[in-house]
């Protein structure tokens, strides 16, 4: 079965850090762009960084300078290294499949895995 699974989220006091990670079962993906969202409670799921098949990295505004995501195609994984936490970065952290078109991100898996749960306190 083809899935991407996330893991590392956890309880964080402000200005600490987390490494999430995002496991490729069933593909490579090497090929492919891969993007973190994230969903706060009341709030509808973001973009938070894409990385490309090749490496490039583009990043949603509130969290440039702060997260910093790659990939390790030998391993099958992709990480993202999130400093500097605010509460505002609360939330459940998914990872997807993406394709880009410009300015415009579609994640490719209908079905999202269970993410992983970031809580930071003030």
């Known amino acids: 079965q083809v899935r991407l699974v996330e893991s590392g989220g956890g309880f964080v006091q402000a200005g600490g850090s987390l490494r999430l990670s995002c496991a490729a079962y069933?593909?490579?993906?090497?090929?492919?762009?891969i993007g973190w969202y994230r969903q706060a409670p009341g709030k509808q799921r973001e973009l938070v960084a894409t990385?490309?098949?090749?490496?490039?990295?583009n990043y949603a505004d509130f969290v440039k300078g702060r997260f910093t995501m790659s990939r390790d195609n030998t391993k099958n994984t992709m990480a993202l290294q999130m400093n500097s936490l605010k509460p505002e970065d609360t939330a459940v952290y998914y990872c997807?499949?993406?394709?880009?078109?410009?300015?415009?991100?579609?994640?490719?898996?209908?079905?999202w895995g269970q993410g992983t749960q970031v809580t930071v306190s003030s």
């Open positions: 990385i490309s098949s090749g490496g490039n990295t």
């Open positions: 069933g593909s490579t993906f090497r090929s492919n762009a």
């Open positions: 997807n499949v993406v394709l880009i078109h410009g300015e415009v991100t579609i994640p490719q898996f209908a079905s």
